[in-house]
T-cell receptor, first 114, second 108 residues
Framework: DSGVTQTPKHLITATGQRVTLRCSPR?????VYWYQQSLDQGLQFLIQ???????AKGNILERFSAQQFPDLHSELNLSFLELGDSALYFC?????????????FGQGTRLTVV | GQNIDQPTEMTATEGAIVQINCTYQ??????LFWYQQHAGEAPTFLSY????GLEEKGRFSSFLSRSKGYSYLLLKELQMKDSASYLC?????????FGAGTTVTVRA
């Protein structure tokens, strides 16, 4: 158990809908990363927050947004869902953003858009 | 931008050694990480290099050459449970970017 908690574990929804994925980082970790992993694909970096502020953006679609709250948990909002959004969404956390800190991953949320 | 390349697949025999190469081109560099990921599961941290040279952790070793933009992960005394995807990741300031992963299959 990495200490990073993601909910829900599975989510099935229809095209055009909106969903929210939740991530609770490890105790003491200030940095949260979101990744998308489609079938047989690598981890695509979406966005990163540090202590409530957005610090880096990757290939995140405009239909997607995220935020990190004062208690450091984070939410990833996916809107106007398309079939191609079906994927595993991982959250990871680390103590800081420095070079010597590894990221610990949650078990992921498997999103299926039908 | 980021460009991280690693082979797609490798196959090896139980008890053998396998070396997974990773080359990268990034606009900045703050460290290179290796993760293991079993299908449908979360990636788990294996090793980290920030300076040139070899880091050894039990059966796993990782090497880095910053001037060449090159790293490798060495898996020794392969076991069946080592069958997984191995991900090379580069930290650049606030971003942690991953390669597509190398699927290692260990045969009996």
């Amino acid at each position: 158990d990495s200490g990073v908690t993601q909910t829900p574990k599975h989510l099935i929804t229809a095209t055009g809908q909106r969903v929210t994925l939740r991530c609770s980082p490890r105790s003491g970790d200030l940095s949260v990363y979101w990744y998308q992993q489609s079938l047989d694909q690598g981890l695509q970096f979406l966005i990163q927050y540090y202590n409530g502020e957005e610090r880096a953006k990757g290939n995140i679609l405009e239909r997607f947004s995220a935020q990190q709250f004062p208690d450091l948990h984070s939410e990833l909002n996916l809107s106007f869902l398309e079939l191609g959004d079906s994927a595993l969404y991982f959250c990871a956390s680390s103590v800081a953003t420095g070079w010597n800190t590894e990221a610990f991953f949650g078990q992921g949320t498997r999103l299926t858009v039908v | 931008g980021q460009n991280i390349d690693q082979p797609t697949e490798m196959t090896a025999t139980e008890g053998a050694i396998v070396q997974i190469n990773c080359t990268y081109q990034t606009s900045g560099f703050n460290g290179l990480f290796w993760y293991q990921q079993h299908a449908g599961e979360a990636p788990t941290f294996l090793s980290y290099n920030v300076l040139d040279g070899l880091e050894e952790k039990g059966r796993f070793s990782s090497f880095l050459s910053r001037s060449k933009g090159y790293s490798y992960l060495l898996l020794k005394e392969l076991q069946m449970k080592d069958s997984a995807s191995y991900l090379c990741a580069v930290r650049n300031d606030y971003k942690l970017s991953f390669g597509a992963g190398t699927t290692v299959t260990v045969r009996a």
